[in-house]
Each structure stands twice: as C-alpha cells, then as structure tokens.
C-alpha cells in the first residue's frame, strides 16, 4: 500500500527555532511536494524537488529550505520560526512516468510557533 | 496559468439530500482533475480523477463528476448525503506534465445534518 509519513502530527516550537519536519515516501517516486494549508487559502505551494538534491521553489518558499540527500525522504526546514509559520504542513509525492500525476499525501503536521 | 475557483467555501446538507460541491477551473489546455477529500486532522485522500476519456468519473464513498470542456466545470456531487461525508473538499488541476505540482481551490466544508 502507498505510503507517505511525516516525522510529527503536531509541533509546538518558539519563535526563532530551526524546526525540521520530515516527509518519507515508500513508493520509488521521483518528484516530492511541501505545501502549507491555511483556513480560507487552501494548499500552498512552498517548495518541490524532481531529484535526489534537486529544488524547485514554490509559491511561498520565503522563510523555508529544503533538503533532499536521498529518493525517499525530504525535509522542510524553518530557519529562524516565526508567529506567521504556524500552519499544517503536508507533504506528498508523485511518480514522474505515471499516467495521472494524482499525488499522495501524507497526514500532515500541525505547526504551531509561539 | 492556471488557477481553480471554487464556488462556496461552506455547503451544508441533510442527510439524504444531494451534494453538490463546485468548482470551475482556468487552464489553457484542458487539464488532468482531482477531487480530494480531507477528514479532520488528517492528510488528503484522492476521491476521484478525471484525465482522458469517458467524462463522467466515478470515485469512492458514492461520488462523481463530469468534466465539461464547455463550461470549464468539474463539480462533485453525491446523489445521497451521509453523515461520514462531512469534510473539506478540494478540487485540483495538473497540466500533462509528470511531476508538477497541483494547483488547489481553497477548498469547501461539507456539512451534513441529521
């Protein structure tokens, strides 16, 4: 069965910590997502890699690196956390061959910065 | 470039009644569709897609949608509403490309009354 897992359901963080979240697929897929989700903004793109070491910046990427050192697993890094960062953080992944480019998610994390 | 509307943000139903949840997109070409559900607390998970062929699609849980090129339209709908469908619904568009992101509307909250 797909899988995607993300290291933490919830996260409570103070502002000006590096906070890492984590994102593992199972399937062999290329191509790995981290989108923001806010009530009334639906998901936003914030960064995505094609690659093993490869990133593409996404919509909102200000305030957010990734990290990309093997196929199964990328990580979204907040440099310095802020109020404003608090949000739910999903991260899924794609296959760059397959026929309908649908992506899994994972359960996402709930990110608060106090 | 793209972009996603969906009309409504909350719908609320009876149980029993139909649902029908809207959403209309901007592409242009015509694009791969994806509804996706999500339940509380959880990730997004694939209801349906459309992306060649036989317009109308069916998903799981009862649901559906039509892709009409005309109207620019992919709206969900379920001929009877059930309690378990209350959620937040997504509609999302790819261009052919593998491996590029999906673009989301902000998303609508179904509810569902006794």
């Known amino acids: 069965d797909v899988k995607v897992t993300q290291s933490s359901r919830y996260l409570v963080k103070r502002t000006g910590e590096k906070v890492f979240l984590e994102c593992v697929q199972d399937?062999?897929?290329?191509?790995m997502f981290w989108y923001r989700q806010d009530p009334g903004l639906g998901l936003r793109l914030i960064y995505f890699?094609?690659?093993?070491?490869?990133?593409e910046k996404g919509d909102i990427p200000e305030g957010y690196s990734v990290s990309r050192e093997k196929k199964e697993r990328f990580s979204l890094i907040l440099e310095s956390a802020s109020t404003n960062q608090t949000s739910m953080y999903l991260c899924?992944?794609?296959?760059?061959?397959?026929?309908?480019?649908?992506?899994?998610f994972g359960p996402g994390t709930r990110l608060t910065v106090t | 470039a793209q972009s996603v509307t969906q009309l409504g943000s909350h719908v609320s139903v009876s149980e029993g009644a139909l649902v029908l949840l809207r959403c209309n997109y901007s592409?242009?070409?015509?694009?791969?569709l994806f509804w996706y559900v999500q339940y509380p607390n959880q990730g997004l998970q694939l209801l349906l897609k459309?992306?060649?062929?036989?317009?109308l699609v069916k998903g799981i849980n009862g649901f559906e949608a039509e892709f009409k090129k005309s109207e620019t339209s992919f709206h969900l709908t379920k001929p009877s509403a059930h309690m378990s469908d209350a959620a937040e619904y997504f509609c999302?568009?790819?261009?052919?490309?593998?491996?590029?992101?999906?673009?989301f509307g902000k998303g609508t909250t179904l509810s569902v009354s006794s």
């Open positions: 999302a568009v790819s261009l052919y490309q593998a491996g590029t992101a999906l673009i």
């Open positions: 592409s242009s070409v015509p694009p791969y």
């Open positions: 459309y992306t060649t062929g036989a317009t």
């Open positions: 899924a992944s794609t296959r760059t061959a397959a026929s309908s480019y649908e992506q899994y």
């Open positions: 890699s094609y690659d093993v070491k490869m990133k």
């Open positions: 399937m062999d897929h290329e191509n």
